[in-house]
């Protein structure tokens, strides 16, 4: 099943904080998050794996709740450029801890900043 | 370096015709993957592969057909078209890093696909 992101859509001034969630019914490896502009590709902002080890942007952050499996994602003093879709995508946990890029991504968060 | 390559960009097919969307990354990435994409419904992941000579079935792989025989080509192909089947179709890779899965997918440009 698709994890479920929260809220669908999001509009602030510049300067203002975001918070998006994401949030599986199903024993999370890693949450992965990404920005989508309209007509182009997803780009990868952050990566957070099970047992606390993140990677990724350095001015959006991230929160990985393993026993809930469910992940946040902070958007701080929104400039215009974070206008997009978010997606939270997300890898099982298996024996061999590797989903091989098999994601599953939520249905996308709509974030629109204004002057 | 130019990362993940889609060809085309945009198609527009015939109900019942078939073809092929183009997939090639030069960073000797071991996965790869294809989504496609549809208003409200964020990535469904239609196949992937871990490697040269192995492929898989994502969630939604009805009427898609895939064969990796290189590292770096990983072609998509439509059997026989459905209007359902218009959507925005992306490819991605990402390297393998062993037992530990800690790499981002690398995401091509898309083909935007419209069967009438």
């Known amino acids: 099943q698709q994890p479920v992101q929260s809220p669908q859509a999001v509009i602030l001034r510049e300067g203002e904080d975001a918070v998006i969630n994401c949030s599986s019914s199903k024993a999370l490896y890693s949450v992965h998050w990404y920005r989508q502009k309209h007509g182009e590709a997803p780009v990868f902002l952050m990566i957070l794996l099970k047992g606390g080890e993140q990677k990724g942007h350095e001015k959006i952050s991230a929160s990985f709740n393993e026993k809930k499996q469910q992940s946040s994602l902070y958007l701080t003093a929104s400039q215009l450029s974070y206008s997009g879709t978010y997606f939270c995508?997300?890898?099982?946990?298996?024996?061999?801890?590797?989903?091989?890029?098999?994601?599953?991504f939520g249905q996308g968060t709509i974030l629109t900043v204004h002057p | 370096n130019a990362g993940v390559t889609q060809t085309p960009k945009f198609q527009v097919l015939k109900t019942g015709q078939s073809m092929t969307l183009q997939c090639a990354q030069d960073?000797?990435?071991?996965?790869m993957s294809w989504y496609r994409q549809d208003p409200g419904m964020g990535l469904r992941l239609i196949h992937y592969s871990v490697g040269a000579g192995i492929t898989d079935q994502g969630e939604v792989p009805n009427g898609y057909n895939v064969s990796r025989s290189t590292t770096e080509d990983f072609p998509l192909r439509l059997l026989s078209a459905a209007p359902s089947q218009t959507s925005v179709y992306f490819c991605?890779?990402?390297?393998?890093?062993?037992?530990?899965?800690?790499?981002?997918?690398?995401f091509g440009n898309g083909t935007r696909l419209t069967v009438t």
């Open positions: 995508g997300t890898a099982v946990s298996n024996a061999g801890g590797t989903s091989y890029g098999k994601l599953t």
């Open positions: 991605a890779s990402t390297p393998s890093r062993g037992r530990k899965d800690n790499s981002p997918l690398h």
């Open positions: 960073m000797n990435h071991e996965y």
